[in-house]
């Protein structure tokens, strides 16, 4: 287990080196073809480094760090796009906003103020619930297998927002960033929309937007006009999402995709632009109340999850241990007695 930190510090070191030539070499070019074929390599490093590792959270936070988000925002600053260009005036500032997955918020006077108490109770709520989480495990012989996957969807939530909220704490106790946050309350969600665009992971979402929206939907634009141009790119995003999920869920498992994710991502996908064409066709006084549609989109988050998202991971042995066993496994790798 200690080899397996030393290579993980080895490989960001690696990553710290590549970011270093991206923001004093191929800063320098100018923006399209000829930056895009300077980052080629990096791009490759950055998808080959995830198979280095065999303890999954270090293969999933690689994964997403930098073979996910880091290379998309390279992608975005070949085309001198926002959040790498123009290169921040310091070179920490650059590596942080292109291998950690964080976002900058723009301040206001009204956002000046501390953090609500609310947030910190729901935080450490979140917490204990992982640790119960984390406990009943140990029984899950004794579980329904359904209960099981529900369990284990739940945990992965918690532990996502954890580690995202670990990575900007460090940002902004480094950098001085104020960060906005990766995660926005999802259980109080009022429909797939506003789960998928405005509550879940908007890390991933802020990235997918200028990569794959914005660009399928000038193009659609023109063949569809503007009314509708939406609907292709919202459908191309979950796509590409489906994708990358695909790709992790391979460094995770090392076994053949079996594209259970992708369709998942795809399911959802559908049902967001069909989502929106009835909100363009139905009056605000004809459709549901929020609370009602909000639980029905939880419940369809759910069931399709325990369908096509959580059983490729679960069949191949990824829940058999949570992130606080391997944390411990790797402390005790790194002592000497």
């Not at 995660?183 to 789960?195: A, G, I, K, R």
């Amino acid at each position: 287990m200690a080899n397996e930190l030393h290579n993980f510090i080895k490989v960001w070191i690696l990553a710290i080196i590549s970011l270093c030539y991206c923001f004093y070499i191929s800063s320098k070019l100018p923006k399209g073809i000829f930056k895009l074929i300077s980052l080629t390599p990096i791009f490759i490093f950055f998808l080959y480094v995830p198979l280095t590792f065999s303890t999954a959270p270090l293969v999933g936070i690689t994964a997403f760090f930098l073979s996910w988000l880091a290379n998309f925002k390279l992608l975005l600053f070949c085309f001198d796009q926002p959040p790498l260009s123009p290169p921040p005036s310091n070179l920490f500032h650059f590596i942080s906003l292109a291998s950690l997955p964080i976002k900058p918020k723009q301040k206001t006077p009204s956002q000046n103020k501390s953090k609500p108490p609310q947030r910190s109770i729901l935080f450490a709520i979140k917490v204990l619930i992982l640790a119960l989480l984390y406990y009943c495990y140990s029984y899950k012989q004794n579980i329904d297998k359904n209960v099981v996957l529900v369990m284990f969807c739940v945990r992965i939530y918690i532990e996502l927002e954890l580690i995202l909220a670990l990575a900007g704490t460090l940002a902004r106790a480094m950098f001085g960033f104020e960060i906005e946050p990766q995660f926005n309350e999802p259980y109080f969600v009022t429909s797939l929309q506003d789960f998928w665009g405005r509550r879940w992971n908007l890390m991933v979402t802020s990235i997918l937007r200028p990569t794959v929206y914005y660009p399928i939907r000038r193009i659609s634009t023109r063949l569809l006009g503007s009314r509708w141009a939406s609907l292709p790119a919202i459908v191309a995003v979950f796509v590409v999402s489906g994708l990358m999920h695909e790709l992790i869920f391979y460094y995770l498992t090392r076994v053949a995709p079996t594209w259970e994710v992708t369709w998942f991502f795809i399911l959802h996908g559908v049902a967001v632009a069909a989502e929106v064409v009835v909100k363009k066709l139905v009056p605000d006084k004809m459709r549901l109340h929020p609370v009602v549609s909000g639980a029905l989109a939880l419940g369809f988050v759910a069931v399709t999850a325990v369908w096509l998202f959580l059983p490729q991971l679960v069949r191949n042995g990824v829940d058999e241990k949570n992130f606080g066993e391997y944390s411990m496994d790797l402390i005790k790798g790194l002592l000497p007695f």
